[in-house]
């Protein structure tokens, strides 16, 4: 009771879980598509070469305001997505061996900013390398506001493209055949995913921020196999979970928010592989059990004649 009352009489711990809870809602909502398109890599791969947009913004203009560094890391996390898709299409690269190398590449180029700044730039950059693994507890209401108009907005954006984005995810060729402009789509989505990655970096951190995109919508496909209710699903366990890890963080003495809130993602994920109806591996054991012990076993008939069972070498 008292870490519920603390939930919104104090101030750190209320900005925390609304940030925690709104990074939940964007991140499930939107990586039920990745989830179901097969690119869940991606959202690792954007969140790496979000690294040096952060560094490169405040490079450029000396400053820690959480929507330039977000520009920053939106725009470098978008040209990596682009730059996977250009290779994957026009070489002989496989598409995931695309996404490893611009991961590395944008990953090593940031932490050679980051090196550079933490050289040269003084202690004015103190606080970059907080984006690696995330720095929950330095939520402001301001980074709640950015976080939410942006987040809002992408989802406003995905729900204006329902029936397009539905339809990309489920049958990209059907939707070419009807006249659906689908490289356009494609990066809208991609757009809205980067958007997803980018408000969550603060948070979670560079490292951790996939699990967060792709844990909600992996454990809501477990349930459904509706889109509707998977995004809702992924979008409350997002939630859930976001606002679980901060109370818990709190609650413990030295354990960091962004890590916890993953555990208790990836929890969900473990529970509902186990436990989903149709789909969870202990339902279908018991499943099977249920069914076997409603089977009757008839005897075999002593009447029934026995086949002829050839003894000359010649019949077999």
Same mark, same amino acid.
């Given at each position: ?5 603390? @939930? ?11 940030? %925690? +809870? #709104?990074? !939940? *809602?964007? $991140?499930?909502? /939107?990586?039920?598509?990745?989830? @179901? ?11 790496? %070469? +979000? #690294?040096? !947009? *952060?560094? $490169?913004?405040? /490079? ?257």
């Amino acid at each position: 009771m008292d870490l519920l009352h603390a @939930l919104f009489s104090d101030y750190t711990l209320r900005t925390v879980a609304l940030g %925690a +809870a #709104l990074l !939940g *809602i964007v $991140g499930g909502s /939107l990586g039920s598509y990745a989830v @179901l398109r097969g690119q869940s890599l991606i959202g690792d791969a954007v969140a790496h %070469a +979000a #690294l040096p !947009g *952060i560094a $490169g913004a405040f /490079l450029l203009t000396g400053q820690m305001d959480p929507l330039v560094l977000m520009l920053g890391a939106a725009a470098t996390g978008l040209c990596a997505a682009l730059f996977v898709d250009g290779t994957a299409r026009s070489t002989r690269v496989p598409y995931d061996s695309a996404l490893a190398l611009m991961l590395a590449s944008f990953f090593g180029l940031g932490l050679v900013l980051l090196t550079y700044l933490q050289r040269h730039a003084g202690a004015s950059q103190a606080g970059l390398d907080a984006f690696l693994f995330g720095q929950a507890a330095a939520l402001v209401m301001y980074d709640v506001y950015v976080m939410a108009a942006l987040g809002g907005t992408a989802l406003i954006v995905m729900l204006l493209f329902w029936k397009e984005l539905k339809l990309l995810s489920f049958d990209a060729a059907f939707a070419r055949s009807v006249g659906l402009p689908v490289r356009v789509l494609n990066g809208l989505l991609t757009t809205l995913l980067v958007v997803a990655i980018v408000i969550g970096l603060q948070t979670v951190g560079v490292v951790l921020m996939s699990a967060v995109l792709i844990a909600p919508a992996a454990a809501a496909r477990q349930w459904t196999d509706r889109l509707g209710i998977m995004v809702a699903l992924a979008a409350g366990i997002g939630a859930a979970t976001g606002v679980t890890g901060a109370l818990i963080s709190a609650s413990v003495r030295n354990v960091p928010t962004g890590p916890t809130i993953v555990l208790c993602m990836g929890a969900v994920v473990i529970a509902s592989l186990l436990l989903a109806p149709q789909r969870g591996v202990l339902w279908r054991s018991w499943q099977r059990r249920f069914s076997q012990a409603e089977t009757p076993s008839h005897p075999p008939d002593q009447n029934a004649r026995t086949p002829n069972v050839a003894t000359d070498p010649t019949d077999l």
